[in-house]
């Protein structure tokens, strides 16, 4: 996620970012060399007041490197998005009074066509409001959610939802396989039409329903496969969705 963040914040034109990260990818590497960005192994070696302060950091990880940023957390904007970590728990590493905000984007911010969902924590003012928009919006679409603990539901619809998407392809394909394509052409016409109903979707301000409805025609293919999947689809998606927001809370 933090990779798909930095390629979003590069295609909007922000600058100034420095990256700490002790094992830094081949791509990382090449981003400091073209001095794109500033590199550094850790935490210590960060030193000044910055507007804000992205923590990138897988959450079992992030409880043994919290400590390591409340320097930073004293003066900066802090904007988390590790998945199932309370503001309780980073406010015991950075301090009562730092300022914190939760948020969730997904993947497609590496090309602009993310989402994020994001909590204030109290203490956070308007203008940090306004600037972790501004860092956020180069992924794509904002949300804030009223509740932190709506921020796990984000988590399990929109931060894990793209894998869910890309393993509907993979079902697609294996299906097309099935009934007589080649794996080639599956994997094409899978892809291709997932990619393209999605542009769809994003063009055509009409309820995912009303789409739907409008590609079914009574008695037609379409409704034939769509007796198959209705009836299980919803019921296996909030399954899978809940067991997302259940291991989000384990995380605390």
């Given at each position: 996620m933090g990779s798909a963040l930095l390629k979003g914040w590069r295609a909007s034109g922000v600058k100034s970012i420095i990256v700490v990260e002790p094992k830094p990818s081949a791509e990382i590497r090449a981003l400091a060399k073209a001095k794109a960005i500033a590199l550094v192994a850790a935490p210590s070696q960060v030193s000044g007041k910055f507007d804000a302060c992205i923590v990138a950091i897988k959450p079992q990880i992030l409880k043994g490197e919290a400590p390591a940023l409340a320097a930073i957390a004293k003066t900066s904007l802090m904007i988390s998005i590790a998945a199932g970590t309370s503001i309780a728990g980073l406010r015991k590493?950075?301090?009562?009074?730092?300022?914190i905000v939760r948020a969730m984007p997904n993947t497609p911010g590496a090309i602009g066509r993310g989402i994020t969902g994001l909590y204030a924590a109290k203490?956070?003012?308007?203008?940090?409001?306004?600037?972790?928009?501004?860092?956020?919006t180069a992924l794509g679409q904002t949300m804030w959610v009223k509740s932190e603990a709506l921020i796990d539901s984000v988590t399990a619809l929109s931060g894990s939802g793209p894998a869910y998407v890309f393993h509907l392809v993979e079902a697609m394909a294996q299906a097309g396989i099935a009934i007589g394509l080649s794996k080639t052409e599956a994997q094409k016409l899978a892809r291709a039409t997932v990619a393209g109903a999605g542009a769809l979707?994003?063009?055509d301000k009409a309820?995912?329903?009303?789409?739907?409805?409008?590609?079914?025609?009574?008695g037609g293919t379409t409704e034939a496969a769509l007796k198959v999947l209705m009836p299980e689809l919803p019921r296996l998606m909030t399954r899978a969705l809940k067991a997302a927001?259940?291991?989000?809370?384990?995380?605390?």
């Open positions: 590493a950075w301090g009562a009074r730092a300022r203490g956070v003012s308007a203008a940090d409001k306004n600037k972790a928009d501004l860092l956020l979707l994003d063009a309820e995912a329903a009303e789409l739907r409805i409008a590609v079914t025609s009574p927001k259940k291991r989000a809370e384990a995380l605390r």
